[in-house]
């Protein structure tokens, strides 16, 4: 069924809430640590972030940049209430049957070196994901490539690029002065290719769920947005 400008579908709020849902829970498991094999290590929030960037990809691919660009912002916001209402949770006095202090601390504690960090590489690479996904299915129309019009091209790239972006930006600012400025370097390449393996994994399921909610959507106005700048979340166009 087609969509009017303003109103969205039960598929694309339900696409949005759990868009949200990945990004705060990923954040709160970030503090486990997982062994890959006996060569390195990983967060647990490794397992669900690239969630989000999956299902970035099927709301650019089916709703466009504009709604993409406003469940992105959605989702900052949706994540920084629940650190502020965490944070809010942790000074309250907790009342003498209350032992549970400490540990809340430790699971919930944020230190704000590495909340600013993660917030500000979310955004942007989630923001750079979308760009790129939907610059390339709009790049010249009439001719241009076949292959950058390809969702499963596009999807690839553009997770390579926001994982990219997001490491870019994370590592540096949360770690930079503690650890060495080599490990960080890998870090952020090893990051950024495990992201991208993620998906490529995953991409068949992608495709699949994309081509089903199209099927269930109908013709979406597939138009290039009116404008690309990012903090114009309210644009719908």
Excluded at 43 to 58: E, H, K, Q, R
Aim: net charge positive; hydrophobic share 50%; glycine share 8%.
């Amino acid at each position: 069924m087609n969509q009017t400008r303003s109103h969205v579908s039960v598929t694309f709020m339900i696409l949005s809430v759990t868009f949200c849902v990945c990004i705060i829970v990923s954040n709160l498991v970030e503090i486990k640590t997982v062994e890959i094999g006996q060569f390195f290590s990983v967060t647990a929030g490794m397992f669900v972030f690239p969630i989000s960037y999956i299902l970035n990809d099927c709301i650019v691919e089916v709703y466009g940049f504009a709604k993409a660009r406003m469940v992105i912002w959605l989702g900052f916001a949706m994540n920084l209430l629940v650190a502020l209402l965490l944070q809010l949770a942790i000074v309250l006095p907790g009342s003498p049957e209350w032992h549970g202090q400490e540990a809340m601390e430790l699971v919930y504690g944020a230190v704000p070196r590495i909340f600013v960090a993660s917030f500000i590489a979310f955004l942007s690479g989630s923001l750079v994901n979308a760009y790129v996904m939907d610059r390339l299915k709009h790049s010249n129309p009439t001719g241009g490539s076949r292959l950058s019009r390809s969702f499963s091209f596009r999807a690839l790239l553009s997770t390579l690029f926001g994982e990219g972006i997001d490491s870019l930006i994370f590592f540096p600012i949360a770690f930079g002065g503690v650890l060495s400025w080599g490990l960080i370097g890998r870090l952020i390449v090893i990051q950024t290719v495990l992201k991208t393996l993620y998906e490529l994994i995953i991409l068949p399921v992608t495709v699949w769920v994309v081509r089903l909610l199209i099927r269930h959507e109908g013709e979406l106005d597939n138009r290039k947005p009116s404008s690309y700048k990012w903090w114009k979340f309210k644009d719908l166009d």
